[in-house]
Nanobody
């Protein structure tokens, strides 16, 4: 499985941005696709996840209502829409695959793509 996140960039506080993760290789329908982020000097944290079938989206509690995850096997892409961006959303964003569902721990995700940088200026 190969994952490639894209769509990052420099935006202003209050802007919206949609990240995309292109997926190649075989993924079982029971898999989950996740988005994580890592800010400078901080640990990687879970942002959102969705079943590869395109349903059962779930989110980090702190980001519910600000982000929306979508996509799946039909498009072979997973998206992360982020609204009302703040400086603290500045991070490298990664997409990853888990063979299980409903996971939020990065250790439960076994395939990772290179990240895409999102920088929010005030």
């Amino acid at each position: 499985v190969q994952l490639q996140a894209s769509g990052g960039g420099l935006v202003q506080a209050g802007d919206s941005l949609t990240l995309s993760c292109s997926v190649s290789g075989r993924i079982f329908s029971s898999s989950t696709m996740g988005w994580f982020r890592q800010a400078p000097g901080k640990e990687r944290e879970f942002v959102a996840g969705i079943r590869w079938t395109g349903n059962s989206a779930y989110y980090a509690d702190a980001l519910k209502g600000q982000v929306t995850v979508s996509g799946g096997t039909a498009m072979r892409k997973v998206y992360l829409q982020m609204n009302s961006l703040k400086r603290e959303d500045t991070a490298v964003y990664y997409c990853a695959k888990s063979s299980r569902c409903g996971n939020k721990a990065s250790a439960d995700f076994d395939s990772w793509g290179p990240g895409t940088q999102v920088t929010v200026s005030s």
